[in-house]
C-alpha cells in the first residue's frame, strides 16, 4: 500500500504540474505584448496615426487611410448586422418553436463555424464578380456575415432573461405587441444586446482572411464603399511580410493600435455586462 | 364587439404596424436561412467545373502546379493534417492543466478569475498579430533550432506554424474543457474524497473517466477549429506547394493556399479549384462542429 | 463499556459572516446510533461535515474547537487518514456512474491507490455488499454499471462503498430523504444491523425515524446542541422548551 506522503506528495506534484503549464502557456502572451508595446510604442505618433503610407525608405509615413477603413468597413458590417441579428434574435426569443426558428438555429450554428477564409470567397463570389472590382462595401458585408451570429445570440439570450412580466404589464396597458417589443423590451435588453455587438465587433475588427478578396487594401485614403479600402489588419499583413525594416516598424505600431482598440472593446463590454 | 370595418384609423395603423413588424422579423429570419442555403449552394456550383475538371485526381494526385494544369488538394490536406495535428498535440496538456487547475482545483476567485482574463487576452489577439509575432520571433528561434539540429534552416514550415496555432487554439479547447469539468457533479467529487482519496486520485479515477466523451469532443472542436484557422499559419508556413516530407519543411494549408492564390488566380478553372477547396474546408469543420456540440450536448444533460 | 471513540468540543463553525454552528461540544458513543435531528438549517449537515473534514470543500468556512478520534485531534491529522476511520453516505445516492458495481464497492481502495488480489478484492466486495443487504440482488450483476439500481438499492451500493474500508464511523447524511418509504424501511433495517460492527452517527429531519433506530439523539437548533440524550428520554421527558416544541409541532 503507497504511503499516506507518497500519495500527498503525488497530489502536490500533480497540482504543480497543472499551475506550471498554466504559467508557461502566459510566457507567449506576455511575450507578444511585450514586442507589440516595446516596438509599437515607438512607431506612434500624431503623424503616424493620420499620415497616409509612403514607399519604404521615406520618413512620414503613416497608418491614417488604415484607420479610416477599419472604421468604414466596421460600420457597413454593424449596419447590415445590427438591424438583422437584432430582428432574428427577437423572432427566436419569442417563437423559439417556430418551424424557421429551429432552422434559424442550425444556419447559425454552421455559419458560426465557416472559416473566415471560405467567408471571403463568398463575398467575392456574391458582391466582388458582381461588381467588377474590390471594395469595402464587399469587406463589410464578409464581416457582417461572421458578426451576425453573435449579435443574434446575444439578442435572444439576453431577451429570454427578461421577465415575462414586464411584457405583460406593458401589454396589460394596451400597449400594443410591436411597441411592446421596441419600446419595453428591447431597451430592456440593451446592455445585453449592445454587449453582444461591441463583442461582435471585435471579433471582426482583428480579421484579416475575409479581407484578402474583397476590401483588398488601397494605399490611398477614401471614403468611397465602393472602392478597395484598407485596413489595420491587411495592412499589418501586409507590412509584416514585406523585407523592409520600416515597414515592419509601421506594422508593430499598426499592432498596437488594433490591440489598444480590441482591449478598450472588451474593457467596455465587461463593463457594461457588468453594470 | 366592433366589427373590422368600424375600427377607428388609429386601430387600423396599429393593425399595419403589427403586421408589419412580424412580416419584417420573419423575413429577417428567412434571409438568414436563405443566407446559409446560398452559401452552400455557391460553392457547390462554382466547384462544379473543378469536379469535371479533375475528378477523382483532385483527392489522389500529389501535385499542385497552376502553371502546368496539375490541381491536387493532397499536397494542402496532409500540410493542413500535420499542422492541426501537431498543434493539438502540443496544445492538449496546456488545455487540460488549465481547464483543470481552473475547473476542479482552484475554488472560484482572484485567481480563477485572473486565469480567466488572460485567457480572454490570449483568445482576443487577432490571427495576423500572432502571424506577425510568429515571423519575427518564433521563426528566427526555429531556424536557429534547425541550424544546431543538421537540418535545412527554413525557420518556416509546419513545425512553427503548429507551434503557433496550438499557442492560439489553447483559449478555445480550454474554455470548454473546463465547462466539461465544471459538470462533472461534485457529490461524485464528494464521494471520492469522503472515501479518503487525495484530489488527484479524485481526477484521475471519478473525473476522468466520467467527463471523457466530452473532453474528446472539446479536443474534436479545436482540431475543426483549427482547421479553419488561415492567416497566422499563412505567414509561417512557408507556402510551398508539394507534399511535405518532414514536419520541418515548408508547406501549405488548404486555408493558406486559398489566401495565397485565390486573389491572383485569373484562370477561372483555376479558381473553381481553389473554391472546391474551400467547399472540403467547410465540409470539414461543419461535420466536426455540429458533430462535437452534438456530442457535448447529449453528454452534458444525462 | 463506553471508549472515548469521538469527543467534539467547542466547536464553532462559521461561512463569512454567517455562525453555523455554535460552541457544541458532544460525545458520541461506541457502536451505537446517535441521530442529530433539527429543522432544515439548523447546521446539522454541517456537523457531521466537520467530523470528516468534508466542510474543508466550502470556500471562506472557519472552524474552531476540536475533534478528538481516539483522541487525537482530526484537525492535526490528515484528511486523508480521517476519512479513511470516518466513512459517509451522501443525502442522495452518488454511486459513480463510471464504474461497474463491484468496481463502486472497491472504490476507495482503487481511489486510495492500495492494490488488492482479486480473491481479497471478491472477499470484501462479497462481505461489503452482504453487510448491507444488497448481496443478493446484485451478485449476478456485479460487473454492469449500478445506473439499473433501484434509488434505494443505489443507496445501499453507496453504504457498501463506505463500509468496504471498514470505517470505525459511519456518517449518514439525511440517507432516505430521497427514497421511497420502503427503500426507507431498508435502509432503516440495514442501520439497526450494522451497529453491532460499527458507530452510526446520523442526521435526519424525520423524527420518527429518529425514534425507530436510534439509541441516542441530539437536538439542534440555530447552529445550537439545544439537548443530547439517550433516545428514550429525549422523547419522553424533553428537558428543554424547544425540544418538546418541536417534537410535538412536528409529530402533530
Redesign the interface.
Known amino acids: 500500500m503507497p504511503s499516506v506522503s507518497k500519495r500527498l506528495a503525488t497530489d502536490l506534484l500533480f497540482k504543480g504540474v497543472l499551475g506550471l503549464a498554466t504559467v508557461i502557456l502566459f510566457i507567449p502572451l506576455i511575450m507578444i505584448l511585450y514586442y507589440i508595446i516595446v516596438n509599437g510604442a515607438g512607431a506612434i505618433s500624431w503623424a503616424f496615426l493620420t499620415s497616409l503610407p509612403k514607399p519604404p525608405g521615406e520618413i512620414g509615413s503613416g497608418i491614417g487611410n488604415a484607420i479610416v477603413g477599419s472604421a468604414i468597413l466596421i460600420c457597413i458590417a454593424c449596419t447590415i448586422s445590427v438591424p438583422i441579428g437584432v430582428g432574428v434574435g427577437v423572432f427566436l426569443s419569442e417563437k423559439p418553436t417556430h418551424t424557421i426558428a429551429k432552422m434559424v438555429r442550425i444556419c447559425l450554428e454552421i455559419l458560426q463555424g465557416i472559416p473566415s477564409i471560405v467567408i471571403g470567397i463568398i463575398s467575392y463570389l456574391w458582391v466582388v464578380l458582381p461588381m467588377g472590382g474590390f471594395s469595402a462595401l464587399s469587406g463589410g458585408i464578409a464581416l457582417s456575415l461572421m458578426m451576425l451570429p453573435l449579435v443574434i445570440r446575444s439578442t435572444e439570450e439576453t431577451l429570454k432573461l427578461i421577465p415575462q412580466s414586464l411584457k405583460e404589464a406593458s401589454l396589460g396597458l394596451g400597449v400594443p405587441y410591436y411597441r411592446t417589443m421596441t419600446k419595453i423590451i428591447i431597451p430592456a435588453g440593451r446592455p445585453g444586446i449592445s454587449t453582444g455587438i461591441i463583442l461582435g465587433i471585435s471579433r471582426v475588427a482583428g480579421e484579416t482572411a475575409p479581407l484578402l478578396f474583397t476590401a483588398f487594401g488601397n494605399p490611398f485614403l477614401t471614403f468611397n464603399i465602393m472602392k478597395p479600402v484598407n485596413s489595420l489588419p491587411s495592412l499589418i499583413y501586409n507590412y509584416a511580410t514585406s523585407p523592409y525594416s520600416d515597414w515592419q516598424q509601421a506594422a508593430w505600431g499598426a499592432s498596437l493600435v488594433l490591440i489598444l482598440f480590441l482591449f478598450t472593446l472588451s474593457l467596455i463590454a465587461r463593463t457594461i455586462s457588468t453594470r | 364587439m366592433r366589427k373590422t370595418s368600424q375600427l377607428s384609423p388609429e386601430d387600423r395603423n396599429i393593425r399595419i404596424y403589427e403586421t408589419l413588424f412580424s412580416w419584417i422579423l420573419k423575413f429577417f429570419s428567412v434571409l438568414v436561412v436563405a443566407t446559409l442555403v446560398g452559401i452552400l449552394a455557391t460553392i457547390l456550383i462554382q466547384a462544379l467545373p473543378s469536379f469535371r475538371d479533375a475528378g477523382i485526381n483532385f483527392y489522389t494526385g500529389k501535385s499542385w502546379d497552376p502553371v502546368f494544369k496539375h490541381f491536387s488538394a493532397t499536397p494542402f490536406v496532409v500540410g493542413t493534417l500535420a499542422t492541426t495535428v501537431l498543434a493539438l498535440l502540443i496544445s492538449i496538456p496546456f488545455s487540460l492543466s488549465i481547464a483543470l487547475f481552473s475547473g476542479f482545483y482552484l475554488h472560484p476567485g482572484r485567481i480563477t478569475s485572473t486565469i480567466r482574463l488572460l485567457i480572454d487576452l490570449l483568445a482576443g489577439i487577432p490571427s495576423v498579430i500572432y502571424g506577425f509575432w510568429g515571423l519575427s520571433i518564433v521563426v528566427p528561434a526555429v531556424r536557429q533550432f534547425e541550424l544546431f539540429s543538421g537540418r535545412v534552416p527554413y525557420g518556416v514550415g509546419i513545425f512553427t506554424a503548429a507551434l503557433i496555432l496550438s499557442i492560439m487554439i489553447v483559449p478555445y479547447a480550454a474554455s470548454i474543457g473546463r465547462d466539461v469539468i465544471a459538470l462533472v457533479p461534485s457529490d461524485l467529487k464528494e464521494a471520492g474524497l469522503a472515501l479518503g482519496a487525495t484530489p488527484y486520485e479524485v481526477v484521475r479515477w471519478i473525473v476522468m473517466p466520467y467527463s471523457k466523451a466530452g473532453l474528446l469532443s472539446g479536443i474534436l472542436l479545436s482540431f475543426g477549429r483549427a482547421i479553419g484557422e488561415t492567416m497566422a499559419v499563412t505567414m509561417v508556413i512557408g507556402n510551398a506547394n508539394k507534399i511535405p516530407g518532414s514536419i520541418f519543411d515548408p508547406a501549405n494549408t488548404i486555408s493558406s493556399i486559398i489566401a495565397n492564390e485565390f486573389a491572383e488566380a485569373t484562370d477561372p478553372i483555376y479558381v473553381s479549384h481553389l473554391i472546391h477547396m474551400g467547399l472540403i474546408l467547410f465540409i470539414t469543420t461543419t461535420a466536426i462542429g455540429l458533430f462535437g456540440r452534438r456530442v457535448i450536448k447529449k453528454w452534458s444533460s444525462h | 463499556m463506553n471508549k472515548q471513540i469521538l469527543e467534539i468540543s467547542n466547536l464553532s463553525v462559521s461561512i463569512g459572516n454567517d455562525t453555523i454552528i455554535d460552541n457544541i461540544s458532544m460525545d458520541f458513543h461506541w457502536k451505537k446510533i446517535t441521530t442529530i435531528l433539527g429543522p432544515s438549517g439548523c447546521g446539522k449537515t454541517t456537523l457531521i461535515r466537520c467530523i ?1 473534514r ?1 466542510h474543508e ?1 466550502i ?1 471562506h468556512a472557519r472552524v474552531s474547537g476540536s475533534i478528538l478520534l481516539f483522541k487525537k485531534n482530526i484537525y492535526e491529522m ?4 480521517v ?2 476511520e470516518i ?2 453516505v ?1 443525502q ?1 445516492p ?1 454511486p ?4 461497474s458495481i463491484y468496481d463502486n464497492v472497491i ?2 481502495y ?6 488488492l488480489g482479486s480473491a481479497e478484492k471478491d472477499n470484501i466486495v462479497e462481505t461489503s455488499l452482504c453487510r448491507a443487504g444488497l448481496w443478493s440482488e446484485v451478485k449476478d450483476a456485479l460487473h454492469r454499471r449500478g445506473a439499473f439500481l433501484s434509488g434505494g438499492q443505489q443507496q445501499r451500493l ?1 453504504i457498501a ?2 463500509l468496504a ?1 471498514k470505517p470505525r464511523i459511519l456518517l449518514l447524511d439525511e440517507p432516505t430523504s430521497a427514497l421511497d418509504p420502503k427503500s426507507t424501511g431498508h435502509i432503516e433495517d440495514l442501520v439497526s444491523e450494522l451497529k453491532e460492527s460499527v458507530t452510526i452517527i446520523m442526521v435526519t429531519h424525520n423524527i420518527r425515524q429518529a425514534s425507530r433506530i436510534s439509541d441516542f439523539t441530539a437536538f439542534l437548533s440555530k447552529g445550537e446542541l439545544v439537548e443530547y440524550g439517550s433516545t428514550e428520554k429525549l422523547f419522553t421527558v424533553p428537558e428543554d422548551k424547544r425540544t418538546e416544541e418541536y417534537l410535538s409541532r412536528s409529530a402533530g
Open positions: 470528516n468534508m470543500l470556500p490528515n484528511p486523508i487518514l476519512r479513511r466513512g459517509m451522501f442522495r452518488n459513480f456512474p463510471t464504474m472504490a476507495g482503487k481511489l486510495n491507490g492500495i492494490k453507496c462503498r463506505a474500508m
